[in-house]
Nanobody
């Protein structure tokens, strides 16, 4: 199970940190990712972090503003979001995948396990 938290209402330029806590037994460490879905739009990739080496990948729209990280001991991922913009408003979902290949890293099909989502609203 995945539990996302940390969303809220903030002003443009503010920061938020999202957390995704996972539970359940697993014999391997997954790739962990964040996606988001704005009203009337399809869900889109935001960021992902590999298990081995911790390499991170970002959507171009958040590169330089968002940072994904993880705690392998607790199978928890974090999304630090800085310089938030109104267009970042969305429901943010965390997801995990085991054996996710590079070509599937930025698409939903690379992640069979999803959290329930947490709302982020950026508005003045």
């Amino acid at each position: 199970q995945l539990q996302a938290s940390g969303g809220g209402l903030v002003q443009p330029g503010d920061s938020l940190k999202l957390t995704c806590a996972t539970s359940g037994r697993t014999s391997s460490t997954p790739t962990m990712a964040w996606f988001r879905q704005a009203p009337g739009k399809e869900r889109e990739f935001v960021a992902a972090v590999r298990a081995n080496g911790g390499r991170a990948y970002y959507a171009s729209s958040v590169e330089g503003r968002f940072t994904i990280s993880r705690n392998n001991a607790k199978n928890t991922s974090f999304l630090q979001m800085n310089s938030l913009k109104p267009e970042d408003t969305a429901v943010y979902y965390c997801a995990v995948g085991y054996g996710t290949i590079l070509s599937q890293l930025r698409v939903e099909t690379g992640y069979p396990y999803w959290g329930q989502g947490t709302q982020v609203t950026v508005s003045s």
